[in-house]
Nanobody, 127 residues
Framework: QIHVVESGGGLVQAGGSLRLSCATP????????MGWFRQAPGKEREFVAA????????DYLNSVKDRFTIFRDNDENTVHLQMNSLKAEDTAVYYC????????????????????WGQGTQVTVSS
């Protein structure tokens, strides 16, 4: 079991930016694919972004692809989600997920693709 820990959530005004970080402390697998999901109040959890082990392959939810960037620092075994031009509809609990392999086998937007999950970090965007 890989321990997944998110950080960086908070309150921001619409149009502002936040950077979320995800670490897997104690993991010996520094080459796993990683993803971000979010769940807004009263809604299903939805896929936001994913990145493979090399950082060269990424995938995004259409509504965020021009505003969010996922990237990783393998030296630090950390994945980040840079969120710019935030909107009120981005308000949600954001969850980081880790796979057991370097790439997602299946659709990255399906929760079953990901084996390990963090507890989530709240992002609130005020309008």
């Amino acid at each position: 079991q890989i321990h997944v820990v998110e950080s960086g959530g908070g309150l921001v005004q619409a149009g502002g930016s936040l950077r979320l970080s995800c670490a897997t402390p104690g993991s010996t697998n520094v080459r796993s694919a990683m993803g971000w999901f979010r769940q807004a109040p009263g809604k299903e959890r939805e896929f936001v972004a994913a990145i493979d082990w090399s950082g060269e392959k990424t995938d995004y939810l259409n509504s965020v692809k021009d505003r969010f960037t996922i990237f990783r620092d393998n030296d630090e075994n950390t994945v980040h989600l840079q969120m710019n031009s935030l909107k009120a509809e981005d308000t949600a609990v954001y969850y980081c997920a880790a796979g057991d392999y370097g790439y997602w086998y299946g659709s990255p937007n399906l929760e079953g693709t990901w084996a390990h999950w963090g507890q989530g970090t709240q992002v609130t965007v005020s309008s």
